[in-house]
């Protein structure tokens, strides 16, 4: 007979509803309901910067019957905040890496940069006068953007958002000319020609958008940076639970409708073992917090 689950499964997302990793999220709920015969709901918990949903799973029974939603806030929080209620690496067990996208360099399409190199020319020029929005402070996003000042010795002002909607929305209307985002937040914008995108973070340009420079293309080598999406269980769920999670959510990522729906918003479907998930949790942790003495970022209280 089968074990698990015994009771509906929740997967909570820390952030508000409609961002990418709710899309995630409800991309696996559904066949995961149907492949298990129980419900597998979505719970968005947006507050205290992803750790209060983030803390809500680490001290969930660990039993498979709660599952977490991570993205770059989860390795990056532990070196922004000098008090938090979990440690990414002690308290999780992870069961999937899912998908990865690049971050994008954006401004809005009055701002007279059509390059990067234009812009670096402006902000040289005029320190201190240009703002760019990011979706929050520690967010991934707004740490590739502080890499990218230090790179360039540039002096542009951070106005932190409450999520990448938000950010996006401030740039189109022009109130902060310049922002640095997860692809998948600013994707549709683009393409509606609300946004002008400069650069891409990945390695390689991104399929969505074959004529965006990289980064690196673009002048600014050593800045790649890519935002991940991945499925996390509290410490001490049990092996085989975890291995069957991971065996059915593999097949769902597998599926052409999923990976071309995903792809829309400008996500590459990147299947990490929950091995190899934990070996690049470990490895983002030291990394980003390299950036964030490197980049002066104080902590946060």
Known sequence: ???????????????????PATVLAHVIAQPLSETFGQSFYVENLPTGASNVGTTTAAKAPADGHTLLVVTPSFVINPSLYARLAYDPIRDFTPVILAVTSPHVLIVNPSFPANNVAELVALAKANPGKYSYA???????AQLAAERFKLAFGLDIVHVPFNGGAPAMNSTVGGHTPIAFNALPSAAALIK???LRALAVTSGSRAPEFPDVP????????????????????????????????????????????????????????????PEQFQAQIKSEVARWAKVIRDANIKTIE
Do not use: C, N, W
């Open 134 to 140: 990011s979706a929050g402070t520690g967010q991934s």
């Open 1 to 19: 007979a089968q074990t698990y689950p015994t009771r509906p499964v929740r997967i909570i997302v820390p952030f508000a509803a409609g961002g």
């Open 214 to 273: 990289t980064l690196a293309e673009a002048g600014a080598p050593g800045q790649e940076s890519l935002f991940f999406q991945g499925i996390v269980a509290p410490a001490g769920t049990p092996k085989a639970i975890v291995d069957q999670l991971y065996r059915e959510m593999d097949k769902i990522l597998a599926r052409p409708e999923v990976k071309k729906h995903l792809a829309a918003i400008g996500f590459a479907v990147t299947v990490g073992s």
């Open 192 to 194: 509606e020609g609300k």
